[in-house]
């Protein structure tokens, strides 16, 4: 049983930061990727920001140079560090992994909202 707690959404004034992490617990014994989804109200599901085991990042252009997906092994841990947050940003955001041989989970989702 395979299961990802998402933490640390809220509400932010543009301008400010907000760190998301999602944790995979359970029976683990590899993690190929982890990564982070939004979807704001009427929009498709969009991918944020993507880790690879490697330790290879892939980011949406328009959260380049503000955002940062980073992960710690030890607790099967991802994270997301989002700085410079602009109203635009405001959405439900998601973690997703790849577990255990290409088996795919989610979390509960987190709210994230940037007012002006």
């Known amino acids: 049983q395979v299961q990802l707690v998402e933490s640390g959404g809220g509400l932010v004034q543009a301008g400010g930061s907000l760190r998301l992490s999602c944790a995979a617990s359970?029976?683990?014994?590899?993690?190929?990727?982890m990564r982070w989804y939004r979807q704001a109200p009427g929009k498709q599901r969009e991918l944020v920001a993507n880790?690879?085991?490697?330790?290879?990042?892939n980011y949406l252009d328009s959260v380049k140079g503000r955002f940062t997906i980073s992960r710690d092994n030890g607790k099967n841990t991802v994270y997301l560090q989002m700085n410079s947050l602009k109203p635009e940003d405001t959405a439900v955001y998601y973690c997703?992994?790849?577990?255990?041989?290409?088996?795919?989970?989610w979390g509960q989702g987190t709210q994230v909202t940037v007012s002006s």
């Open positions: 997703n992994a790849i577990i255990n041989h290409g088996s795919a989970y």
């Open positions: 880790i690879v085991s490697g330790g290879s990042t």
């Open positions: 359970g029976t683990i014994f590899s993690i190929s990727a």
